[in-house]
């Protein structure tokens, strides 16, 4: 049995005095009937809790997929930047994270949750999620770069990069890019698994090119598709089942 004002506070209604509001203004019925207080005791498996008549569907944890722009930090919260969670301003009290980071001038797919063991999980070195990024680079890219990150590479760490897999695009990918530079010279998509420190910018660094563009297409069974940038979405029943997966 949990606190009525809890419940709502935790199922993104708002924040907890919000939620006290609410009960006060009578917007809020269990089983049918007005709820008189915000300390009234639910079960959250079996009451039907309504907010101005609309169920509300409780759900333990949220989870978020986020275009994210260029020109945000990947961080909770910044004293000068802005960041990816000034995007989630109305997802009031859910302490909300991102999962992993996508450096300042990168777009592209984030997952923002407030599930810590997964968080945890999907950035474990062991797990080797799968991560696609679509980058625009300076320079044509040497002939035997597919091999060599195949191979792995040296990027200054201890150990090479794992395996990596390189597409080198014919053309532009025919999707709406922020990049509007005159000096792009090759076009790639690149998956790797792990998640190192500017990775991608290093590993293409190593074959001599440097990245002018980046934009994280897939993370896993995630993938960006058509959502517009500075946009987000929850996720979808089927994705919930495939992360679990991991
Ligand atoms: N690799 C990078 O270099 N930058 C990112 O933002 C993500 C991966």
């Known amino acids: 049995m949990v606190r009525l004002d809890k419940y709502l506070a935790d199922a993104g209604i708002g924040t907890r005095s919000e939620v006290k509001n609410y009960i ?3 917007w809020i019925t269990v089983d049918g009937m007005v709820a008189q207080k915000p300390e009234q005791k639910i079960d959250p498996g079996k ?30 919260s910044d004293s000068r930047e802005k960041t990816v969670m000034d995007f989630f301003a109305e997802e009031k009290a859910k302490g909300l994270s991102p999962v992993g980071r996508l450096d300042k001038d990168t777009e592209g797919l984030l997952l923002i949750t407030n599930d810590g063991a997964r968080n945890h999980r999907l950035m474990s070195p062991s797990h080797h999620v799968p991560k ?6 300076d320079q044509p890219i040497p002939e035997d770069a597919v091999e060599r990150f195949h191979a792995g590479v040296d990027i200054g760490d201890e150990k090479p990069t794992l395996p990596a897999r390189l597409e080198n695009l014919p053309e532009e990918f025919p999707f709406d890019s922020a990049f509007s530079g005159e000096n792009g010279r090759a076009h790639a998509r690149l ?7 500017h990775q991608v910018k290093r590993m293409f660094a190593a074959i001599g090119c440097e990245v002018l563009y980046l934009k994280r297409l897939s ?28």
């Not at 998956?191 to 420190?197: A, M």
């Open 191 to 197: 998956t790797i698994t792990e998640g190192r420190y």
């Open 47 to 76: 009451a039907h809790i309504c907010f101005q008549g609309e169920h509300v569907v409780y759900e333990e944890f949220s989870y978020f997929l986020f275009h994210k722009p260029s020109g945000c930090v990947t961080a909770r």
């Open 24 to 26: 006060k203004h009578k």
């Open 132 to 137: 696609t990024y679509y980058a625009i680079l």
């Open 219 to 246: 993370m896993g069974p995630l993938e960006l598709g058509d959502l517009r940038r500075g946009e987000y979405r929850r996720l979808t029943d089927e994705e919930l089942r495939l992360l679990q997966q991991i």
